[in-house]
């Protein structure tokens, strides 16, 4: 009697850990797929922005290239590691094209260009909130993996832990440095 106690009480474990991995994974791709949204929405936001810059600065053409091109690259990426790559140079040739604006001051009073230089905005502040959101379901998720006992059923059971969505370093220390005052 105490063995069958022990079976069903170790069934119970097992279970209740399981379905605890399972709906941890099912979180992290949830998160994900907030962040791949996002990133689909910029990357159809950049061609119009493209576009509107074209009529403007039509010799700014390695920049422009350098836009498209690293819209392409983050649009065709596949791992998440090669995404985040890819989504980080993005970033880096949209920032050159907006620096770029400052050049042509017609361009930067174009209200096409202002409203699609908003909406960027917008979508680069989602993109923040979901990968923070993303990045601590990954964080829980491969703690929990890595806890006793479901270490013991993790590996077993074909749950393994996930990649962070990373900012590039460059990127991070934009965000993170203090802005210096001076007066």
Do not use: C
């Not at 069934?11 to 850990?17: E, G, M, N, R």
């Not at 993790?154 to 832990?161: D, H, S």
């Amino acid at each position: 009697m105490t063995i069958l106690i022990i079976v069903i009480v170790a069934a119970v474990i097992v279970t209740l850990v399981y379905n605890r991995l399972v709906a941890l994974r099912q979180t992290t791709r949830q998160a994900w797929g907030d962040i791949d949204v996002q990133l689909k929405q910029r990357h159809d936001l950049v061609p119009n922005l493209v576009e509107t810059v074209k009529g403007y600065a039509t010799h700014e053409k390695d920049t422009l290239e350098n836009v498209v091109k690293a819209r392409q690259q983050a649009v065709d990426a596949g791992s998440l590691k090669d995404q985040a790559q890819a989504e980080n140079m993005l970033s880096g040739a949209l920032r050159q094209l907006f620096a770029l604006s400052e050049s042509y001051p017609d361009l930067k009073a174009n209200q096409n260009f202002l409203s699609l230089q908003t909406e960027l905005a917008e979508l680069e502040n989602k993109i923040a909130a979901a990968r923070r959101f993303f990045n601590n379901a990954v964080a829980e998720y491969n703690t929990a993996i890595e806890q006793f006992p479901a270490v013991l059923l993790a590996g077993p059971f074909g749950f393994k832990t996930e990649e962070f969505f990373e900012v590039a370093t460059t990127e991070r220390a934009r965000v993170e440095a203090a802005p210096n005052v001076s007066f």
